[in-house]
């Protein structure tokens, strides 16, 4: 597995202290995590702005991409490699656990393809999966 430093640079960004912190915190998770975990996790070191400025630069580095969770919040998860600053493909389906709450990518699942009318176009699909998680099942 990559470690912070070598994928940042693999996505142009500078290597700060803020950023290699926000991504380890990633890293060391399997679910998506919203703003106010990676502040719980951090905010003794950084303010709200640095991280939310730090998720945002990873957004646009397809470093991450967002997750949709039901409850109004937004969260974020890794990228695969297939992401870069051009176009993100994280074409998967997400899973949200109602026992424990965490929301997972299930990068090996993809989104089925949804034809639009004509006249219409696509610009974003997203598609939540409710259910227990494998670790919650035992
Ligand atoms: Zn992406
Ligand atoms: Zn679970
Ligand atoms: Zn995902």
Redesign the pocket.
Known sequence: MKNAVSILKDHQLRNTEARVDVLNTFLGQHHALSHSDVEKTLGEQYDRVTIYRTLTSFMEKGLL?K?PVDDGSTRY?LCNDHCDDHQHE?N?I?FKCTSCGNTE?LDELPIPQVKLPNGYTLTETNFLVQGVCGKCNG
């Open positions: 991409h997750v998860a994280d998967h997400h990518c």
